[in-house]
Every structure is written in C-alpha cells, then in structure tokens.
C-alpha cells in the first residue's frame, strides 16, 4: 500500500492513503454489540414473560436505564455539536488556565451549574478535554457533578443536606484537580496534547460577537450540530451501552434491596455502601433515590454522601472513558485513587456528627 505524507493548513504533514484499495473499516464490535442487545431487552420489557424471572428482570432494568438516561445523553450529544463549533480559545476562556486555582474554580462551578445527568456530564467532560481543558478542570468538571438535578436532589434529600453535599462535593472536586494539575506538572501524569495558549489581546466579548456576527444559524448549522454530536458522542455511547448491559446483569445477580439493613453509619456499612456504589452502576437520576434511602432509613448521611460520590468516582465505564479519551490509564485510574479516600474522610465525619 502507497502512502505518502501531505500537509494540512496549518502546515502539519498528515498521512494521505493513495492505494486503490483502501483499508477496510472494523466493524465496532462492542457498540453494535451493546446497541443490539439493548434494544433487545428494552423492547422485551413490554412483553409478559412467563416462567423466566431473571429475564424480565433484566430487561426491566435495561428499560429504566435507557428510560433514565436517554435525555441527558441526547443533550449531551447536543452540547458536544455546539462545542465542536466553538473555537477552543473561548473555551479557555471561559474555563480559565489549565494548572490554576482559578481555572478549577470555575471548572468545579460549571459542572454543577451544568444540569445533566452524570452521563450527559461525561460526554461534555469529554469534548471539554478535547477542546483543550486540563486533566485537573475536566476531573474537577466530572467531581462536582455527582447529581444531574438539584430541585430533584432538593426535594428528596432536603435544603440543609441538599447544600451539604454540593459544598462538600465542591470541596473534593477541587482538591481533586488540583492533585492532577501537580501530578501532571511533576510528570506523573501525562498533560493535555490539547492545550491551546490564548493570543496577545485575546478579549472574550469583543471576539464572541465578531464571531456571532458572522455565523449563519440556519438550517445547515442545525444540521452540522448535530451530525458532530452524533458523530463525536459514538465513543461514550458505546461505553454506556456496554455499562447498561453490565449493570442490568449485576442487577439479577444483586438486589440493592438486599443490603438495605448494612447501611448503616458504621465503618462496615460504609464499606458495604462504597462497594455496592461501585459494583451497581446507577445513573444520577436514579442514585439520589437510592442516597435518600440510605439517608433516611439507615440514618446514615454519610453513607448517602458516599453513594452519590463513590459512584462517579468509581464507575468503570466513566473509567474506561476517560482512557480512551487521555490515552493514559494513569488519569482514569487515579481519578478513583485520589477521590474516593477523601469521600471516605468526609462521610465518616457527616456520619458521626449525625
């Protein structure tokens, strides 16, 4: 096979294949896997099955999932469309310096201002990182967004609680970043290939309305939106509908309700709630429910607070995520390594000041 070197305009050499047989695409095994036994299952839920318990069962929990998910994945896929059209020194912009205090803060504080589900976050998480954002502000980003509604978290959990647990998420949010931000200064961590350095008189409103000016949001830019959200969200789909197949089989081997009676504000039912958090994974529509129970039922705070956090933290497909998009299982692995020791701090203090 020919192959020659051709450059790009902006003078970087790309690799052009000039054979008359082009290299044959690979079928994503995964993602058309995971599509098709999703929707499978999702459609067998409106159906009676008789004498097989553990199917209706799997396919009930596959249909709340996807029933659970499917709009935060959907604005996900939108918000990345409108990313991919925004130049990535207004990203920096408005994020503020990778490896700054100030750029976590505002990392930290988008993410919970942003209302997604947890994997709606994820997905903007990630076009953030690919439009420049440093390790440390897209793990900051991921950290304080363990819930996607803070009315719904209101309601269900109350004022005081509700609060409580967004500040102290906040906390370990950017005490997290900024671990990654050293880690990634002393070369622990590989830093962002991304990165973009604004020009000499860079000024956010002035250079945002030249370039609203001379955009055209007509149908073709709908379009172009998108197309590139569905384009560059296949990556993450892929991952959640592998994670929605895991966890409605887990589901059939593990009944949450069954562990109902260990949560309670020990050091044994903390350790049973982090685990469960991490073997179960639920989406942040669905975790606030199950953190109010803990909540209320076993009087256990802290165990609630560990819930909604343990499970951002250690959920495998927001792992897996995140090494495909860095390239470094350094960074997916250390995101649970640094977290989850301070949500423990953290709970057992709420625990026994309860």
């Given at each position: 096979m020919v192959k020659e070197k051709k450059a790009n305009q902006h003078g970087k050499h790309e690799t052009e294949n000039l054979s008359c047989h082009p290299e044959k695409r690979r079928i994503d095994v995964l993602f058309w896997g995971s599509l098709v036994g999703v929707t499978i299952l999702f459609f067998m839920a409106f159906f009676e099955i008789s004498g097989q318990p553990w199917l209706t069962t799997l396919s009930a929990s596959v249909f709340h999932m996807v029933h659970s998910i499917w709009w935060g994945v959907l604005i996900g896929a939108i918000f990345i469309g409108l990313l991919s059209k925004v130049p990535r020194e207004f990203i920096l912009s408005i994020l503020g310096e990778g490896g700054s205090f100030n750029g976590l803060i505002r990392s930290a504080g988008a993410g919970v201002l942003l209302d997604l589900c947890s994997h709606g976050i994820l997905m903007v998480a990630v076009k953030l990182y690919e439009r420049g954002a440093s390790a440390g502000q897209v793990i900051a980003f991921l950290i304080a967004s363990p819930w996607n509604s803070f009315s719904l978290t209101l309601v269900l959990i109350g004022f005081f609680w509700t609060i409580s647990f967004i500040l102290l998420s906040l906390v370990i949010a950017i005490i997290t970043g900024w671990v990654f931000e050293l880690l990634v200064k002393r070369g622990t961590l590989p830093p962002n290939q991304n990165k973009v350095v604004l020009p000499d008189g860079f000024h956010f409103w002035q250079n945002a309305k030249q370039g609203i000016s001379a955009s055209k949001f007509d149908l073709t830019f709908c379009k172009e939106v998108i197309l590139d959200g569905i384009v560059e969200s296949k990556m993450v789909v892929r991952w959640?509908?592998?994670?929605?197949?895991?966890?409605?089989?887990?589901?059939?081997?593990?009944?949450?309700?069954?562990?109902?009676?260990?949560?309670?504000?020990?050091?044994?039912?903390?350790?049973?709630?982090i685990i469960v958090a991490t073997i179960i994974e639920v989406c942040s529509e669905g975790s606030t429910p199950l953190a109010t129970d803990i909540l209320n039922r076993a009087n256990a705070p802290g165990n609630g607070f560990a819930f909604l956090m343990a499970g951002v933290a250690?959920?495998?497909?927001?792992?897996?995520?995140?090494?495909?998009?860095?390239?470094?299982?350094?960074?997916?692995?250390?995101?649970?390594?640094?977290t989850v020791p301070q949500v423990i701090i953290v709970a057992m203090l709420l625990n026994m000041s309860f």
């Open positions: 959640l509908l592998f994670g929605v197949l895991l966890a409605s089989i887990i589901r059939v081997v593990l009944d949450p309700a069954q562990f109902e009676n260990y949560f309670g504000p020990t050091v044994a039912g903390l350790a049973i709630t250690t959920d495998y497909t927001e792992i897996v995520i995140l090494k495909d998009t860095t390239k470094s299982w350094k960074i997916a692995l250390f995101l649970p390594l640094v």
